[in-house]
């Protein structure tokens, strides 16, 4: 009986797992292919922002960088608090992939082959930590809610809203630690 409903809880979060996942690289392909479709226009003013960010002149601030990326953090646990958030995490999640796929697909446009050393050194290491990191508070904003969304009663619902909701909490600012690593490892590349 146990092993059976531990296996099946399992099987549901590998099943949420894939998902998530396939959303995000759904994502990635939707900014890959809207970067070819306009790319051949926007190549010559990539060309220059990309040249201006690479200049040792512009580095952004620690603070900057962060909020670059933990504004997605943010959203998406921000999401997780109602049932209808899950449209403002999906978003925020969804937009991030796209991002990332437009990004990428950008470089590699300008640079061509040159593009891919340039993707690999200075845009893989800090994602290879930040993907997971949003991957991970995708997830566990979904269960979050569909967790308080099964506690249905008001007196059930008062007992465990206020240990769930500190247990959330708490997820966020750890998951602030991924987002912190990442952010020190661009500032390192684009300080080198």
């Not at 200075?122 to 506690?151: D, E, G």
């Not at 249905?152 to 247990?167: A, C, L, P, Y």
């Amino acid at each position: 009986m146990v092993q059976k409903k531990l296996r099946k809880s399992y099987t549901q979060m590998l099943k949420l797992l894939y998902s998530v996942c396939g959303i995000f690289l759904c994502g990635i392909a939707i900014g890959a292919v809207f970067a070819n479709y306009v790319g051949i226009g926007w190549l010559s003013d990539m060309g220059v922002i990309l040249e201006e960010g690479t200049e040792t002149g512009t580095l952004q601030s620690y603070g900057e960088i962060f909020w670059k990326y933990g504004k997605y953090q943010l959203l998406i646990w921000l999401g997780g608090w109602r049932p209808i958030g899950m449209v403002v995490s999906g978003s925020a999640f969804l937009f991030r992939g796209i991002s990332l796929g437009f990004c990428s697909a950008m470089i590699l446009l300008t640079y061509g082959v040159g593009g891919i050393w340039l993707v690999i050194v200075s845009y893989l290491p800090q994602n290879l930590i930040l993907i997971p990191a949003y991957i991970a508070m995708m997830c566990v904003a979904i269960f979050y809610t569909t967790k308080l969304s099964r506690n249905t009663t008001i007196h059930k619902r008062k007992q465990t809203i206020n240990g769930t909701h500190m247990e959330y909490i708490l997820l966020l600012l750890l998951s602030f630690i991924p987002i912190a690593i990442g952010v020190g490892i661009e500032r390192l590349l684009c300080c080198n």
